[in-house]
């Protein structure tokens, strides 16, 4: 069993900055890609960023430039750095591992449950 367990959510205002952090746990024998995605009330989820195993990232347009995604293999760990925070970037913000391969070499993705980021003006 895979666990992502996501923190760092909250409140902020208009320019600050937040950091998430979301650790995965259990039987795990290697992560593929990790990234984060957001969904704002009424709206699909959405691709914010993502980071491959070897250190590539993506980024979703309207956050290239603020935002930052790391992570720490040893850890099993992704992080998202979020500054000059707007209140169009208010969502719950979930984190994804993809192709996690377990101790039994069975593949599959996760999901955290979820954490609020709320900007206000």
């Known amino acids: 069993q895979v666990q992502l367990v996501e923190s760092g959510g909250g409140l902020a205002q208009s320019g600050g900055s937040l950091r998430l952090s979301c650790a995965a746990s259990?039987?795990?024998?290697?992560?593929?890609?990790m990234g984060w995605y957001r969904q704002a009330p009424g709206k699909q989820r959405d691709l914010v960023a993502v980071?491959?195993?070897?250190?590539?990232?993506n980024y979703a347009d309207s956050v290239k430039g603020r935002f930052t995604i790391s992570r720490d293999n040893a850890k099993n760990t992704v992080y998202l750095q979020m500054n000059s925070l707007k209140p169009e970037d208010t969502a719950v913000y979930y984190c994804?591992?993809?192709?996690?391969?377990?101790?039994?070499?069975?593949?599959?993705?996760?999901w955290g449950q979820g954490t609020q980021v709320t900007v206000s003006s």
């Open positions: 259990g039987s795990i024998l290697s992560i593929n890609d």
């Open positions: 980071i491959t195993r070897g250190g590539r990232t």
């Open positions: 994804n591992a993809r192709n996690v391969v377990n101790t039994s070499f069975r593949v599959a993705d996760y």
